[in-house]
């Protein structure tokens, strides 16, 4: 607590301890417009708009890595309908991001099976990806689509058994396979909707991971709520197992 108060209160920069990366599972889009009696795509929409809002407050608190859950392994289940206005959504973020990237500082990554997208997304992902390697800037925003964690680990074995200079498994050759390489693993996973579960979100990555669960919404999430966040993790006492004396 002393620490916290040592300095003045003002938004993210009265912690001690910041988190390098954080990891956000967007949940609640649907139940948020079914309150206001609209589509699931209006709650979509206005989750993609939290989104922009927390990325460029990340950049501005000085995080390193955000890495958010936008679409799962397991979200193809739902109504094709649905699943099409997120796509649309992706798609004029990333044409959005291609426009906005050196304003906005913020290198965007996209992590999962990318190939089953329709081909101008990814065409458009690898443009970002292209743009996102000029820019000189500390935050990368990870958007995880298609993504699944199980898959992931999948993926990463199958990568390592084809790599001609594969060295022996280990945890860290294995991390090299991952849609994740070279990120440092997340320190603080944030699930808001008042769902307490994982829902196959960096299974792999998130081994010592402080884990943070609020009941907002996420299209109500916003800057306050990540500060909350933020100052809970910096309360939390990392032990990886180990002592502290
Ligand atoms: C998260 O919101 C967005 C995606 C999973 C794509 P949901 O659409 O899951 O919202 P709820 O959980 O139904 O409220
Ligand atoms: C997790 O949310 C996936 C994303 C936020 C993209 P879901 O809404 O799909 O998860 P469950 O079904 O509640 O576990
Ligand atoms: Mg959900």
Redesign the pocket.
Known sequence: MGILRRKPKKAGQALSVLPRHVAI???GNGRWAKKRSLPRSAGHSAGAETFRRIASYCRKLGIEYLTV????T??WKRPKEEVDSIMNLLRRYLKEAIDSMEREQVRIKVLGDTSVLDKDLQELISRTDGLSHQIETKTQANL?INYGGRDEIIHAVREWMNAPDRQELTESELSKYMYTSGIPDPDLVIRPSG?V?I?N?LLWQSAYSEFYFTDTLWPDFNERELDRALESYAKRDRRYGGVKG
Not at 69 to 72: R, V
């Open positions: 599972i967007m949940d859950y936008a679409f799962s397991e979200n995880c769902e579960r829902s979100f």
